[in-house]
């Protein structure tokens, strides 16, 4: 059982150059989330999806935009990648829905993203 | 909106000794859920425990436990005969219990505290 499973692991990007992190996970959740971590700011909602078709914006959501794909998998893309977007991304997903909210969120092992 | 706080950037604490990690919240909901996740270097994130808010019984897994004071908003982690494996950075965060039926439930974290084990 993969769990959440996020691509790539590490990427260098160049100032305006865009790029797509993928995630996909395999527990039937139907609530996917975008996360990114920085020094001393924990993590932080860039993004989050309650069920197929649906995206919402989080905390920190300029720049970004994401796609639910499907049921399984929930992308983020950086059009014009800048300095202030290099930090650790997470992707997590959980059960959703009264009831649910007991449940943790299972998350990815991270993309480490350096923008130059 | 809630805001999480953990006031402890970085703690020691010798092996097979107890430390207690700080965490205060703020809301005006209920209904909630908490939770401490550790992130060892390997930068994954695993769930340590978790807290309902609507138990008053304090949650106990194996060595974690935790100090749940609603009134005070205050949710500490214990962790008693720490091992060298305990050296990571824990998060506390807080998930609403609020929620329409269908509605994705966010967690909120704090900035982490920097758990160091020494010989």
């Known amino acids: 059982n993969a769990g959440v499973t996020q691509t790539p692991k590490f990427q260098v990007l160049k100032t305006g150059q865009s790029m797509t992190l993928q995630c996909a996970q395999d527990?039937?959740?139907?609530?996917m989330y975008w996360y990114r971590q920085d020094p001393g700011m924990g993590l932080r909602l860039i993004y989050y999806s309650a069920s197929e078709g649906t995206t919402d914006k989080g905390e920190v959501p300029n720049g970004y935009n994401v796609s639910r794909l499907n049921k399984r998998e929930f992308s983020l893309r950086l059009e014009s990648a800048a300095p202030s977007q290099t930090s650790v991304y997470f992707c997590?997903?959980?059960?959703?829905?009264?009831?649910?909210?007991?449940?943790?969120?299972?998350f990815g092992n991270g993309t480490r993203l350096t923008v130059t | 909106a809630q805001t999480v706080t953990q006031s402890q950037p970085e703690m020691s604490v010798q092996e097979a000794e107890t430390v207690t990690l700080s965490c205060t919240y703020d809301?005006?909901?209920?209904?909630?859920?908490l939770f401490w996740y550790k992130q060892p270097p390997s930068r994954q994130m695993i769930l340590v425990i978790r807290q309902e808010a609507y138990k008053q019984q304090n949650a106990t897994e194996n060595r974690f436990s935790v100090n749940f004071q609603k009134a005070a908003k205050s949710f500490s982690l214990k962790i008693s005969d720490s091992q060298l494996g305990d050296a990571a950075m824990y998060f506390c965060?807080?998930?609403?219990?609020?929620?329409?039926?269908?509605?994705?439930?966010?967690?909120?974290f704090g900035t982490g505290t920097r758990l160091q084990v020494t010989l």
């Open positions: 965060a807080y998930r609403s219990g609020v929620h329409w039926s269908g509605t994705a439930s966010k967690l909120t």
């Open positions: 997590a997903s959980s059960e959703a829905g009264r009831g649910s909210y007991n449940s943790p969120l299972h």
């Open positions: 809301t005006s909901e209920s209904d909630y859920y």
């Open positions: 527990m039937n959740h139907n609530s």
